[in-house]
């Protein structure tokens, strides 16, 4: 069974810049999350998508992050404009089904660094 | 929302020693207690995970225990290997629905393991 795929892998950009990640779930899991992770931090999640609605999105700045799944499967997270603080490692995760397996797994990640 | 504070935040043991990192939680709702475990550069691996109606569970070298009326929970490693060294994550949810769903993490510990 393949893992969460998550693309680019690394990303370097200069502020002001827009950037856009894309994490493909592991096959049958409807829900999908958005993470933020700081150097030396656990996890943040920015996102939860159950199939195409986003249900938890409160932790996800509005003025310049989007994110959307359109057809339940695939993701996008976006940023425009990039700001220094947001350089960071953005991680994708899916499970089952909130409310039959609470399991998350996680994707690679994609290393963001903003100069 | 949730807070959950992790100890310590390094650790070092000699290969054969125990290896406890511990964990509280803020919000008695919470009812799922995953740990995940992160080797440099890759993604978070959940190892063991443990809900509220038990107070312990074990996977062979690995243990987590949980005192609900306290509000804490421990990771128990026996027997370490090199191989175990890596930053440990805890995480406390409530398990489902909209933001009750959402996973806080700890800052993580990094344990080492010397040969």
């Known amino acids: 069974e393949a893992g969460v795929v998550q693309s680019p892998r690394y990303k370097i950009i200069e502020k002001k810049q827009p950037v856009a990640f894309w994490c493909n779930p592991i096959?049958?899991?409807?829900?999908l999350y958005w993470y933020r992770q700081n150097l030396g931090q656990g996890p943040e999640l920015l996102i939860r998508y159950e199939n195409e609605e986003a249900v938890d999105d409160s932790q996800l700045p509005k003025d310049r992050f989007s994110a959307e799944r359109l057809k339940g499967v695939d993701s996008t997270l976006k940023i425009q404009p990039a700001e220094l603080g947001d350089s960071a490692v953005y991680l994708c995760?899916?499970?089952?089904?909130?409310?039959?397996?609470?399991?998350?797994?996680f994707g690679p990640g994609t290393r963001l660094t903003v100069t | 929302g949730e807070n959950v504070e992790q100890h310590p935040s390094t650790l070092s043991v000699q290969e054969g020693d125990s290896a406890v990192i511990k964990c509280t939680y803020s919000d008695s709702a919470s009812n799922y207690f995953p740990w995940y475990k992160q080797e440099l550069g890759k993604r978070p691996q959940l190892i063991i995970d443990?809900?509220?109606?038990?107070g312990e569970k074990k996977d062979q070298r690995i243990a987590v225990t949980l005192n609900k009326t306290a509000k804490h929970f421990s990771l128990h490693i026996t027997e370490t290997q090199p191989e175990d060294s890596a930053v440990y994550f805890c995480?406390?949810?409530?398990?489902?629905?909209?933001?009750?769903?959402?996973?806080?993490f700890g800052r993580g510990t990094q344990l080492t393991v010397w040969p």
């Open positions: 995480a406390a949810s409530r398990g489902r629905g909209s933001t009750l769903g959402r996973l806080y």
């Open positions: 995760a899916s499970s089952l089904d909130e409310y039959l397996s609470y399991e998350q797994y």
């Open positions: 096959s049958g899991h409807n829900t």
């Open positions: 443990i809900r509220s109606n038990v």
